[in-house]
């Protein structure tokens, strides 16, 4: 009889507890910092600074690029190097943080969000990590569009990106009348 009673107390913690994927978003993110820092030290290895290797002729390049700068570079030639280096580096810490808290919120479901998230997570401590050890972030995919060129980026920022596109398809995609 006491068996019973046991496995009945057993089985409503069971259903009670939730999944939880923090660990496969945790995962995810890692994958993109290890794939950053492979690719990063790839071209370092190969290609001098400042250099290019032609992939498609006008078209895409694998570059060497060292970004002292933001996003497209943004910042690079200021008069405070420095400064602008230390404030990319808190609100990187910052970003990483808030997302983080985001994906351990989230963590019990899987959705296009977490996943978007992870890869946020991933392209904002690979870039950290570079302006941290670096001072710089290396950048090294290079695309020209007709007349258009795209400023050099990398895996990180590859990663970032496309998580912000996916939270953009969550954001706009339509909801289902369920949910109240």
């Known amino acids: 009889m006491s068996e019973i009673n046991q496995q009945s107390t057993v089985e409503p913690q069971r259903e009670l507890r939730q999944r939880n994927y923090l660990g496969l978003y945790l995962l995810i993110a890692a994958a993109v910092i290890v794939l950053d820092r492979i690719t990063k030290r790839f071209v370092v290895a190969h290609l001098a600074a400042g250099s290019t290797h032609t992939i498609i002729p006008g078209i895409f390049r694998i570059s060497h690029v060292l970004n002292t700068g933001a996003a497209f570079s943004a ?29 351990f919120r989230i963590r019990h479901s899987i959705s296009l969000t977490a996943i978007a998230l992870s890869l946020i997570l991933g392209g904002a401590i690979g870039n950290l990590y570079d302006r941290i050890v670096y001072h710089y972030v290396i950048d090294f995919l290079e695309v020209h569009i007709v007349h258009y060129h795209w400023p050099d980026f990398n895996i990180a920022d590859s990663c970032i990106v496309i998580g912000a596109l996916l939270l953009l398809m969550e954001i706009f995609r339509p909801q289902s009348q369920s949910r109240n």
């Open 75 to 103: 910042f690079a030639d200021t008069a405070s190097p420095e400064l602008v280096r230390k404030a990319l580096i808190a609100f990187s810490i910052a970003a990483v943080l808030i997302v983080g808290y985001m994906l």
